[in-house]
Each structure stands twice: as structure tokens, then as C-alpha cells.
């Protein structure tokens, strides 16, 4: 499985250094950047401290959508104040939805946003699932840097693990069942409702391969049943 680290528009290189020296600390080698130089500054490499190799190999992109395009699975970090519904997983939790993914998901990535304001809104829908650190209050917070550590420590497991033998399955079934979802939505006028749009968006990046196939089984029915229904 392919683990990307994305840092969004990151404005200080320091901070882009001890991203990508955590990352080498932990074992994850792919970094990208979104709309951002900085990774190329002096500073970065200073803090980098043997890690440069991972700054030098890391891909820019315009957008976090371009950065996403072959992109299996996302998981975006927010603050939870920043969280509209605030449905979000921790990293404990975000570490065992990805490790039962290993068996059918080809990519995944981890996003971090903007230092002063973090991802906007049309950034964090671009996720399957949201995830913050429990904290004991909004401030201090933790700098970018720190908060790649935390993360990077919590999955380092993921990147000692051989994913074992196990029935082929279509990697994309997942954004499939994203697109399915919101086509009926708007079919039936759910859309309108945000909070359960919202909350009905992130629960599907929870579910394990098993039952995504068997929503995929029941959306077909329900589609067909609407189909026949309209040309009555």
C-alpha cells in the first residue's frame, strides 16, 4: 500500500523540515506539498537533519485535489473546533480503519493543512474520513511539525507490516460508492440536509471492504426500484 503525507500550503520551512524528518524517523518516505515552495528552503533542510532525501523526492501540486487524483483512500487532519460536525476520528482510531484497508486499498494519504488556518471546508470534503488529536483545550496547539509526529508515530506500524494474502478486490469501490451515494442524494432531495449529508460522507470512509460491497448491493436495488417507479 502507498502511504503519501500531504502538507497543504505550508508557510514555514522549519516546519516542512521536522515534517519530513519525522517522517523518515517513522518510516514513511512520500511527502507532497500543495501550493507551496517552501520544502525547497534552506531552513527546511536544516531541520530536515538527514532526511533531506525525502525533501528532494517530494511532488508539488497547484491543489489538494490534483495532489488526491490517484488517491485510493483520504484522511484530512482538523482541529476540532474546525470540524463543522465534528465527525472525526482519532489517531488510534484512523490507525485501525487504514490497517483494515491494507487488504483492498491500493493508496492512502494523510493531509495536513495550513499552519495559520488549516484545511477550508472544500478541502476537508475532498476526504473519506476527518481526524483530530485529543487535546485538553483548542490552545496551545500543536505546530505542524508535531503534529505529523504524532500521526507518523501512531501508523509507524503500518509501515512494518506485509499485508497478507487475501481475495483480490477493486481498490476504486470505495470512491465508487462515494459517487453512488451522492448521485441518490440528489435524487432525492437529501442533499439539502448538511448535517446528514456531512455525517453520512464520513461514516462511509469507515466501512470495511465487506460492507461497502453489500451498500454497493443495496444502492443498486434502490436505484433500480426508482428507475422503475419514475416510468410508472
Not at 517522517?23 to 537533519?49: N, Y
Not at 483545550?137 to 509526529?149: I, K, T, W
Amino acid at each position: 500500500m502507498q502511504f503519501s503525507i500531504i502538507l497543504v500550503a505550508p508557510a514555514r520551512a522549519e516546519n516542512v523540515g521536522a515534517a519530513a524528518r519525522a517522517m523518515k524517523t517513522m518510516g514513511f518516505e512520500c511527502l507532497r506539498i500543495v501550493d507551496s515552495q517552501a520544502h525547497r528552503e534552506p531552513a527546511a533542510r536544516w531541520v530536515a537533519h538527514g532526511s533531506s532525501d525525502i525533501l528532494e523526492r517530494a511532488q508539488t501540486f497547484s491543489s489538494l485535489a490534483d495532489a488526491l487524483v490517484d488517491v485510493d483512500f483520504t484522511v484530512a487532519t482538523t482541529a476540532r473546533s474546525r470540524a463543522r460536525f465534528h465527525y472525526y476520528s482519532s489517531p488510534e482510531q484512523v490507525l485501525g480503519v487504514i490497517r483494515e484497508k491494507q487488504q483492498w486499498v491500493k493508496s492512502v494519504a494523510l493531509v495536513f493543512g495550513r499552519e495559520d488556518s488549516g484545511l477550508t471546508n472544500e478541502e476537508l470534503a475532498l476526504a473519506d474520513i476527518l481526524t483530530g488529536v485529543p487535546m485538553a483545550a483548542d490552545y496551545p496547539s500543536l505546530n505542524l511539525g508535531q503534529a505529523v509526529m504524532v500521526y507518523c508515530y501512531q501508523l509507524s506500524s503500518l509501515m512494518q507490516v506485509t499485508a497478507g494474502a487475501a481475495p483480490a478486490a477493486d481498490s476504486g469501490q470505495l470512491s465508487a460508492l462515494r459517487q453512488r451515494v451522492e448521485r441518490l442524494l440528489g435524487r432525492i432531495d437529501v442533499e439539502r440536509d448538511e448535517k446528514l449529508h456531512d455525517w453520512l460522507r464520513q461514516r462511509l470512509g469507515l466501512l470495511e471492504q465487506r460492507d461497502t460491497a453489500m451498500l454497493h448491493r443495496l444502492l443498486h436495488d434502490v436505484e433500480k426500484a426508482l428507475s422503475i417507479e419514475n416510468k410508472v
